[in-house]
Protein backbone atom coordinates (compact mmCIF):
# COMPACT_ATOMS: atom_id res chain seq x y z
CA UNK A 1 0.00 0.00 0.00
CA UNK A 2 1.34 3.57 -0.76
CA UNK A 3 0.33 6.36 1.66
CA UNK A 4 0.16 9.93 -0.16
CA UNK A 5 1.02 12.65 2.29
CA UNK A 6 -0.07 15.90 1.23
CA UNK A 7 2.27 18.28 -0.31
CA UNK A 8 2.35 20.74 2.56
CA UNK A 9 2.59 17.29 5.30
CA UNK A 10 5.35 18.25 7.87
CA UNK A 11 8.03 16.39 8.64
CA UNK A 12 5.91 15.76 12.17
CA UNK A 13 2.99 14.35 10.22
CA UNK A 14 5.10 12.13 8.39
CA UNK A 15 6.98 10.69 11.95
CA UNK A 16 3.64 10.46 12.99
CA UNK A 17 2.34 8.22 9.88
CA UNK A 18 5.79 5.76 10.03
CA UNK A 19 5.14 5.61 13.64
CA UNK A 20 1.63 4.15 13.32
CA UNK A 21 2.63 1.90 10.77
CA UNK A 22 5.22 0.69 12.44
CA UNK A 23 3.27 -0.04 15.66
CA UNK A 24 0.37 -2.01 13.81
CA UNK A 25 3.54 -4.80 12.78
CA UNK A 26 3.94 -3.43 9.41
CA UNK A 27 7.62 -2.00 7.75
CA UNK A 28 7.47 1.87 6.44
CA UNK A 29 9.52 3.04 3.27
CA UNK A 30 9.92 6.71 2.78
CA UNK A 31 9.73 7.14 -0.95
CA UNK A 32 10.15 11.02 -1.96
CA UNK A 33 8.36 12.01 -5.38
CA UNK A 34 8.68 14.80 -7.19
CA UNK A 35 6.41 17.14 -6.02
CA UNK A 36 4.90 15.09 -2.56
CA UNK A 37 6.30 12.53 0.00
CA UNK A 38 5.24 8.54 -0.24
CA UNK A 39 5.48 6.00 2.49
CA UNK A 40 5.22 2.41 1.18
CA UNK A 41 3.41 0.25 3.58
CA UNK A 42 4.95 -3.71 3.35
CA UNK A 43 3.91 -6.60 4.98
CA UNK A 44 0.87 -8.98 4.95
CA UNK A 45 -2.50 -7.37 4.22
CA UNK A 46 -1.40 -3.65 4.42
CA UNK A 47 -5.36 -2.77 3.42
CA UNK A 48 -6.55 -3.72 7.28
CA UNK A 49 -4.61 -0.58 8.38
CA UNK A 50 -6.00 1.48 5.36
CA UNK A 51 -8.82 3.51 7.08
CA UNK A 52 -6.87 4.08 10.84
CA UNK A 53 -3.95 5.61 8.52
CA UNK A 54 -5.91 7.68 6.18
CA UNK A 55 -7.39 9.90 9.27
CA UNK A 56 -3.74 10.94 10.06
CA UNK A 57 -2.86 14.58 9.49
CA UNK A 58 -1.20 15.14 6.21
CA UNK A 59 -2.40 12.21 4.49
CA UNK A 60 -4.29 12.51 1.86
CA UNK A 61 -5.17 8.91 0.25
CA UNK A 62 -3.60 5.37 1.09
CA UNK A 63 -3.88 3.01 -2.30
CA UNK A 64 -3.21 -0.20 -3.00
CA UNK A 65 -0.41 -1.77 -5.08
CA UNK A 66 -1.65 -4.42 -7.17
CA UNK A 67 1.59 -6.30 -8.35
CA UNK A 68 2.76 -8.87 -6.42
CA UNK A 69 6.44 -7.22 -6.70
CA UNK A 70 5.61 -4.64 -4.55
CA UNK A 71 9.07 -2.21 -4.52
CA UNK A 72 9.90 -3.05 -8.43
CA UNK A 73 6.58 -2.42 -9.43
CA UNK A 74 6.17 1.21 -10.71
CA UNK A 75 3.12 1.64 -8.79
CA UNK A 76 5.52 2.23 -5.83
CA UNK A 77 8.00 3.87 -8.01
CA UNK A 78 7.04 6.00 -11.34
CA UNK A 79 10.08 7.15 -11.62
CA UNK A 80 12.79 5.26 -13.66
CA UNK A 81 15.57 4.38 -11.25
CA UNK A 82 19.53 5.31 -12.57
CA UNK A 83 21.68 2.42 -11.39
CA UNK A 84 25.43 4.09 -10.60
CA UNK A 85 27.72 1.41 -11.34
CA UNK A 86 31.28 3.24 -10.24
CA UNK A 87 30.43 6.33 -12.12
CA UNK A 88 28.80 4.78 -15.04
CA UNK A 89 24.89 5.66 -14.95
CA UNK A 90 22.64 3.00 -16.15
CA UNK A 91 19.10 3.32 -16.81
CA UNK A 92 19.42 7.50 -16.91
CA UNK A 93 18.31 7.29 -20.97
CA UNK A 94 21.62 6.67 -22.42
CA UNK A 95 22.83 3.13 -23.52
CA UNK A 96 25.48 1.41 -21.59
CA UNK A 97 27.52 -1.54 -23.41
CA UNK A 98 29.09 -3.68 -21.08
CA UNK A 99 31.58 -6.08 -22.98
CA UNK A 100 34.33 -9.00 -22.38
CA UNK A 101 34.96 -12.62 -22.17
CA UNK A 102 32.54 -15.17 -21.24
CA UNK A 103 35.39 -15.80 -18.97
CA UNK A 104 38.48 -15.22 -17.30
CA UNK A 105 41.33 -17.44 -19.19
CA UNK A 106 44.30 -15.68 -18.40
CA UNK A 107 46.08 -12.48 -17.14
CA UNK A 108 47.40 -11.59 -20.88
CA UNK A 109 43.75 -12.39 -22.23
CA UNK A 110 41.49 -10.53 -19.94
CA UNK A 111 44.62 -8.06 -20.27
CA UNK A 112 44.27 -7.45 -23.99
CA UNK A 113 40.35 -8.15 -24.37
CA UNK A 114 39.54 -4.65 -21.61
CA UNK A 115 42.12 -2.52 -23.48
CA UNK A 116 40.37 -3.59 -27.10
CA UNK A 117 36.82 -3.21 -25.92
CA UNK A 118 37.99 -0.04 -24.00
CA UNK A 119 39.36 1.24 -27.14
CA UNK A 120 35.90 0.41 -29.10
CA UNK A 121 34.23 2.54 -26.44
CA UNK A 122 32.70 -0.25 -24.53
CA UNK A 123 31.11 1.47 -20.91
CA UNK A 124 31.80 -1.79 -18.64
CA UNK A 125 33.81 -4.74 -18.95
CA UNK A 126 32.98 -8.20 -18.19
CA UNK A 127 34.20 -11.93 -17.49
CA UNK A 128 33.56 -14.58 -15.36
CA UNK A 129 35.65 -15.82 -12.62
CA UNK A 130 33.61 -18.40 -10.93
CA UNK A 131 31.41 -20.05 -14.10
CA UNK A 132 28.36 -22.11 -13.88
CA UNK A 133 28.86 -24.73 -16.45
CA UNK A 134 26.16 -27.25 -17.56
CA UNK A 135 29.30 -30.53 -17.20
CA UNK A 136 31.14 -30.46 -13.78
CA UNK A 137 34.06 -31.23 -16.31
CA UNK A 138 33.74 -27.87 -18.41
CA UNK A 139 36.46 -24.69 -17.16
CA UNK A 140 34.71 -23.54 -14.17
CA UNK A 141 36.96 -20.70 -14.18
CA UNK A 142 39.86 -18.78 -11.81
CA UNK A 143 38.41 -18.14 -9.10
CA UNK A 144 40.09 -15.37 -6.89
CA UNK A 145 42.71 -15.03 -9.74
CA UNK A 146 40.52 -14.32 -11.81
CA UNK A 147 38.76 -11.78 -9.78
CA UNK A 148 42.45 -10.07 -9.44
CA UNK A 149 43.01 -10.05 -13.30
CA UNK A 150 39.01 -8.22 -13.54
CA UNK A 151 40.81 -5.64 -10.52
CA UNK A 152 43.91 -5.06 -13.01
CA UNK A 153 41.48 -4.93 -16.24
CA UNK A 154 39.74 -1.88 -14.27
CA UNK A 155 43.28 -0.37 -13.02
CA UNK A 156 44.36 -0.37 -16.59
CA UNK A 157 40.94 0.74 -18.35
CA UNK A 158 39.42 2.55 -16.28
CA UNK A 159 36.12 0.43 -16.85
CA UNK A 160 34.17 -0.95 -13.83
CA UNK A 161 33.93 -4.18 -14.02
CA UNK A 162 30.58 -6.51 -13.73
CA UNK A 163 31.09 -10.40 -12.78
CA UNK A 164 29.00 -13.43 -11.56
CA UNK A 165 28.48 -14.74 -8.40
CA UNK A 166 27.78 -18.38 -7.60
CA UNK A 167 27.02 -18.54 -4.10
CA UNK A 168 26.05 -16.73 -0.97
CA UNK A 169 29.27 -17.77 0.58
CA UNK A 170 31.35 -15.86 -2.57
CA UNK A 171 29.56 -12.40 -2.17
CA UNK A 172 31.49 -10.88 0.37
CA UNK A 173 35.05 -11.95 -2.04
CA UNK A 174 33.18 -10.96 -5.03
CA UNK A 175 32.34 -7.50 -3.67
CA UNK A 176 36.06 -6.91 -2.68
CA UNK A 177 36.86 -6.93 -6.48
CA UNK A 178 33.72 -5.90 -8.46
CA UNK A 179 32.20 -3.28 -9.14
CA UNK A 180 28.77 -4.44 -9.89
CA UNK A 181 27.33 -8.76 -8.86
CA UNK A 182 25.99 -10.45 -11.65
CA UNK A 183 23.35 -13.12 -10.81
CA UNK A 184 23.07 -15.95 -13.91
CA UNK A 185 20.34 -17.38 -15.60
CA UNK A 186 20.64 -20.38 -13.49
CA UNK A 187 20.46 -18.75 -9.75
CA UNK A 188 17.80 -16.19 -10.60
CA UNK A 189 15.89 -17.99 -8.64
CA UNK A 190 18.16 -19.00 -5.71
CA UNK A 191 16.79 -17.19 -3.10
CA UNK A 192 19.38 -17.66 -0.47
CA UNK A 193 21.70 -16.10 -3.21
CA UNK A 194 19.26 -13.19 -4.15
CA UNK A 195 19.10 -12.67 -0.27
CA UNK A 196 22.81 -12.49 -0.02
CA UNK A 197 22.95 -9.99 -2.63
CA UNK A 198 20.48 -7.84 -1.18
CA UNK A 199 22.95 -7.22 1.65
CA UNK A 200 25.70 -6.79 -0.55
CA UNK A 201 27.39 -3.30 -1.11
CA UNK A 202 27.12 -3.70 -5.03
CA UNK A 203 24.70 -3.23 -7.48
CA UNK A 204 23.30 -6.32 -8.77
CA UNK A 205 22.80 -7.77 -12.44
CA UNK A 206 20.22 -10.18 -12.65
CA UNK A 207 20.00 -12.16 -15.74
CA UNK A 208 16.66 -13.25 -16.15
CA UNK A 209 15.92 -17.13 -15.33
CA UNK A 210 15.93 -19.41 -18.33
CA UNK A 211 12.20 -20.56 -18.27
CA UNK A 212 11.26 -17.34 -15.61
CA UNK A 213 8.27 -15.34 -16.50
CA UNK A 214 8.33 -11.48 -16.35
CA UNK A 215 6.90 -12.05 -12.92
CA UNK A 216 8.91 -14.57 -11.78
CA UNK A 217 11.75 -12.33 -13.28
CA UNK A 218 10.64 -9.17 -11.28
CA UNK A 219 9.69 -11.05 -7.89
CA UNK A 220 13.18 -11.87 -8.68
CA UNK A 221 14.45 -8.91 -8.40
CA UNK A 222 12.25 -8.20 -5.76
CA UNK A 223 14.07 -10.21 -3.32
CA UNK A 224 17.07 -8.36 -3.87
CA UNK A 225 15.29 -5.24 -3.35
CA UNK A 226 13.45 -6.28 -0.20
CA UNK A 227 16.71 -7.20 1.25
CA UNK A 228 18.22 -3.79 1.00
CA UNK A 229 19.70 -2.87 -2.37
CA UNK A 230 17.27 -0.98 -4.10
CA UNK A 231 20.28 -1.17 -7.07
CA UNK A 232 19.48 -3.89 -9.52
CA UNK A 233 20.10 -3.82 -13.49
CA UNK A 234 17.66 -6.39 -15.35
CA UNK A 235 19.25 -8.37 -18.10
CA UNK A 236 16.99 -10.54 -20.66
CA UNK A 237 19.24 -13.00 -21.97
CA UNK A 238 17.16 -15.63 -23.97
CA UNK A 239 14.53 -18.30 -22.55
CA UNK A 240 14.34 -21.31 -23.09
CA UNK A 241 11.33 -22.33 -26.15
CA UNK A 242 11.22 -25.20 -28.69
CA UNK A 243 12.89 -23.30 -31.42
CA UNK A 244 16.65 -25.06 -31.79
CA UNK A 245 18.33 -22.82 -34.11
CA UNK A 246 19.16 -20.43 -31.42
CA UNK A 247 20.29 -21.21 -28.29
CA UNK A 248 17.79 -19.30 -26.37
CA UNK A 249 14.55 -17.21 -27.73
CA UNK A 250 15.54 -13.61 -27.45
CA UNK A 251 12.66 -12.08 -25.92
CA UNK A 252 13.12 -8.48 -27.25
CA UNK A 253 9.24 -7.55 -26.29
CA UNK A 254 10.48 -8.46 -22.48
CA UNK A 255 12.17 -4.80 -22.55
CA UNK A 256 9.41 -2.57 -23.26
CA UNK A 257 7.32 -5.19 -21.10
CA UNK A 258 9.79 -4.48 -17.89
CA UNK A 259 9.65 -1.03 -18.70
CA UNK A 260 6.51 -0.52 -18.07
CA UNK A 261 5.62 -2.97 -15.30
CA UNK A 262 9.01 -1.67 -13.14
CA UNK A 263 11.22 0.77 -12.50
CA UNK A 264 14.63 -0.92 -12.97
CA UNK A 265 16.53 -0.61 -15.73
CA UNK A 266 17.03 -3.38 -18.37
CA UNK A 267 19.88 -4.56 -20.37
CA UNK A 268 20.18 -7.21 -23.17
CA UNK A 269 22.64 -10.18 -23.64
CA UNK A 270 22.33 -10.96 -27.22
CA UNK A 271 25.08 -13.42 -26.77
CA UNK A 272 23.35 -15.97 -24.78
CA UNK A 273 20.30 -15.47 -26.31
CA UNK A 274 21.40 -16.27 -29.70
CA UNK A 275 24.70 -18.36 -29.34
CA UNK A 276 26.10 -17.78 -32.66
CA UNK A 277 28.21 -14.67 -33.28
CA UNK A 278 26.87 -13.11 -36.81
CA UNK A 279 23.61 -13.11 -34.72
CA UNK A 280 24.80 -10.93 -32.44
CA UNK A 281 25.03 -7.63 -34.00
CA UNK A 282 21.55 -7.53 -35.83
CA UNK A 283 19.83 -8.26 -32.51
CA UNK A 284 22.22 -5.53 -30.59
CA UNK A 285 20.77 -3.33 -32.85
CA UNK A 286 17.42 -4.69 -31.96
CA UNK A 287 17.88 -4.04 -28.37
CA UNK A 288 18.99 -0.47 -28.85
CA UNK A 289 15.80 -0.10 -31.04
CA UNK A 290 13.61 -1.51 -28.18
CA UNK A 291 14.26 0.69 -25.88
CA UNK A 292 16.84 -1.39 -23.78
CA UNK A 293 19.16 0.57 -21.33
CA UNK A 294 22.22 -0.93 -22.39
CA UNK A 295 23.74 -4.44 -24.12
CA UNK A 296 25.76 -7.55 -22.41
CA UNK A 297 28.39 -8.94 -25.53
CA UNK A 298 30.83 -11.73 -25.63
CA UNK A 299 34.26 -10.54 -26.94
CA UNK A 300 37.05 -12.74 -27.43
CA UNK A 301 40.74 -12.23 -28.79
CA UNK A 302 40.91 -15.85 -30.35
CA UNK A 303 37.10 -16.92 -30.27
CA UNK A 304 38.06 -20.18 -31.97
CA UNK A 305 40.21 -21.43 -29.08
CA UNK A 306 38.25 -19.90 -26.21
CA UNK A 307 37.26 -22.03 -23.46
CA UNK A 308 33.62 -21.40 -22.96
CA UNK A 309 31.13 -19.51 -25.52
CA UNK A 310 33.77 -19.54 -28.52
CA UNK A 311 30.63 -19.85 -31.24
CA UNK A 312 29.14 -16.52 -29.64
CA UNK A 313 31.74 -14.50 -28.92
CA UNK A 314 33.05 -11.55 -31.37
CA UNK A 315 36.27 -10.70 -32.56
CA UNK A 316 37.83 -7.36 -31.24
CA UNK A 317 37.16 -6.13 -34.90
CA UNK A 318 33.47 -7.34 -35.03
CA UNK A 319 32.74 -5.38 -31.81
CA UNK A 320 34.14 -2.72 -32.37
CA UNK A 321 32.51 -2.63 -36.19
CA UNK A 322 29.20 -3.16 -33.98
CA UNK A 323 30.05 -0.01 -31.67
CA UNK A 324 30.04 2.19 -34.41
CA UNK A 325 26.64 0.58 -35.90
CA UNK A 326 25.33 1.19 -32.49
CA UNK A 327 26.47 5.36 -32.07
CA UNK A 328 25.00 5.92 -35.98
CA UNK A 329 22.00 3.83 -35.11
CA UNK A 330 21.59 5.82 -31.79
CA UNK A 331 21.59 9.19 -33.52
CA UNK A 332 18.33 8.24 -35.10
CA UNK A 333 17.12 7.81 -31.96
CA UNK A 334 17.61 10.25 -30.15
CA UNK A 335 19.93 8.55 -27.89
CA UNK A 336 23.57 8.18 -27.03
CA UNK A 337 25.99 5.41 -26.35
CA UNK A 338 27.27 5.82 -22.83
CA UNK A 339 30.92 6.36 -22.57
CA UNK A 340 33.38 5.15 -19.74
CA UNK A 341 34.18 6.94 -16.05
CA UNK A 342 37.67 8.36 -16.19
CA UNK A 343 40.95 5.93 -15.03
CA UNK A 344 41.11 7.25 -12.18
CA UNK A 345 37.69 7.85 -11.08
CA UNK A 346 36.76 4.00 -11.43
CA UNK A 347 40.05 2.87 -10.42
CA UNK A 348 38.94 2.34 -6.52
CA UNK A 349 35.06 0.79 -7.05
CA UNK A 350 33.44 3.20 -4.68
C1 LIG B 1 27.47 -15.32 -18.57
O1 LIG B 1 27.11 -14.13 -18.59
O2 LIG B 1 28.61 -15.70 -18.88
C2 LIG B 1 26.47 -16.36 -18.25
C3 LIG B 1 26.83 -17.55 -17.82
O3 LIG B 1 25.22 -15.92 -18.49
P1 LIG B 1 23.81 -16.65 -18.26
O4 LIG B 1 23.68 -16.82 -16.79
O5 LIG B 1 22.85 -15.68 -18.85
O6 LIG B 1 23.85 -17.96 -19.02
MN1 LIG C 1 29.07 -16.98 -21.47
Redesign the pocket.
Known sequence: MLVLMNVQATPAQVANVIKHVRERGFEPIELPGADRLAIGVLGSNPGSIRDAICDLPGVVDAIPVSKPYKQVTREWHPEPTVVDVSGVNVGDGSFVVIAGP??VESREQVLATARDVADAGATMF?G?AF??RSSPYSFRGLGLDGLRHLAEAREVTGLPVVT?VLTPADVELVSEFADML?V?????QNFALLEAVGGARRPVLL??G?SNTIEEWLLAAEYVVAHGNPNVVL?E??IRTFEAATRNTLDLSAVPVVKSLSHLPVIV?P??ATGHRPLVPPMARAALAAGADGL?I?VHPDPENAL??GAQSLTPAAFAELMGSLRRLAVALDRQVATAPSPMRAATPG
Open positions: CARGKPEQGTRNAKRLCRGDSHMESD
